[in-house]
């Protein structure tokens, strides 16, 4: 997990030098007054809009694991208490055995055999002082185990609580790639005319096929996708208003009791994997290396996606972005 952590952030110091490469490379050559070039424009949107789609998806899964460890610390911590309560009980009786001692009952009862001058009674007093010692062996050996295990447990609750907090900083990070990302494509679109930015948005966007040939939970998931179409992309959001790549196919395969996790890579590893010539409307398919959007295909060549904040949720053709692979939830 921790190098897991340091890939990310290496990723995102990454994710900084390309964004400041790709401004100081988009600086016109031409006089300030120039109107920029909204091809050029729509390349640089469109790589803000991905990286930001890169860092959301690993603000999905730093969610996802967050929740894990809250769980786990919850389960140590309560392991920790019970073993506490276990070291209490090992101490207060080896406290109650050494007091025993001290107080001389066993060895008073010891010579008063030996005075009476019963060998057999004698003997008998021996094997019970020894059987005494053994136990009071027995308890500093329980003493010490349990006090080793408490051990244990409050280190291992202590590792965990310190892999929150790291968690919860590299959510913060994540959430600063996001806006600042977002930002500057808003500035972009925002230097170029109203007819040329609303063009720019709008491409991309394939027409809305005549139907869609699905029944069953597949038909239900795929209903729940296309009813979006036209929705708000925002970064995180799982409906019912707005979505990204992984909320409305998490949200549209729970409309047919299917329970998907709000991460892109999530859902591809946690599903049964699909060949491209095998797929049927329903399957989700993922893209980009490493994985950073889901969509869900729809037939003849279309999926239904929530592609980015320019174009919310539409109909694309499949291969419109870098294919990865497919998966079939249920």
Request: proline residues 4%; negative net charge; contains cysteine.
């Amino acid at each position: 997990m921790v190098h897991a952590r340091s890939r990310t952030a290496s990723a995102l110091s990454g994710l900084a030098l390309a964004a400041t490469v790709g401004i100081v490379g988009f600086l016109p050559s031409s006089p300030a007054q120039a109107e920029p070039d909204v091809d050029d424009v729509q390349a640089r949107v469109d790589k803000l809009f991905h990286e930001a789609e890169q860092a959301s998806e690993r603000l999905n899964d730093a969610k996802i694991e967050l929740a894990d460890l809250h769980e786990d610390l919850t389960s140590l911590q309560a392991d920790q208490a019970r073993q506490d309560n276990r070291l209490d009980a090992a101490r207060e009786d080896l406290q109650e055995s050494i007091v025993n001692q001290y107080e001389g009952q066993h060895l008073s009862a010891l010579s008063s055999v030996a005075v009476s001058g019963d060998p057999d009674a004698f003997v008998s007093g021996l094997s019970t002082m020894s059987a005494y010692n053994d136990l009071q062996a027995q308890l500093f050996h329980s003493f010490s185990t349990e006090a080793k295990a408490l051990d244990l447990r409050a280190d291992a609750t202590e590792e965990r609580a310190a892999e929150v907090e790291k968690t919860q900083e590299q959510l913060s990070a994540e959430k600063k790639t996001i806006e600042s990302k977002l930002a500057e494509a808003k500035s972009l679109l925002a230097d170029l005319k109203a007819k040329e930015r609303e063009a720019l948005l709008s491409r991309g966007s394939a027409r809305m096929p005549s139907g869609v040939d699905a029944s069953g939970r597949a038909g239900a998931a795929i209903a729940y996708a296309m009813a979006q179409v036209g929705d708000a992309y925002v970064y995180g959001a799982a409906g019912p208003n707005a979505y990204d790549c992984s909320g409305l196919t998490m949200m549209a395969w729970a409309q047919a009791g299917v329970a998907l996790p709000h991460s892109s890579s999530a859902q591809y590893a946690g599903g049964r994997k699909v060949a491209a010539s095998d797929l049927q409307p329903g399957d989700l398919v993922f893209y980009y290396s490493p994985i950073s959007h889901v969509a869900m295909y729809i037939g003849n060549g279309m999926i239904v996606e929530a592609a980015n904040p320019g174009a919310g949720v539409r109909v694309s053709d499949l291969y419109s972005m870098p294919y990865v692979g497919a998966v079939r939830p249920g």
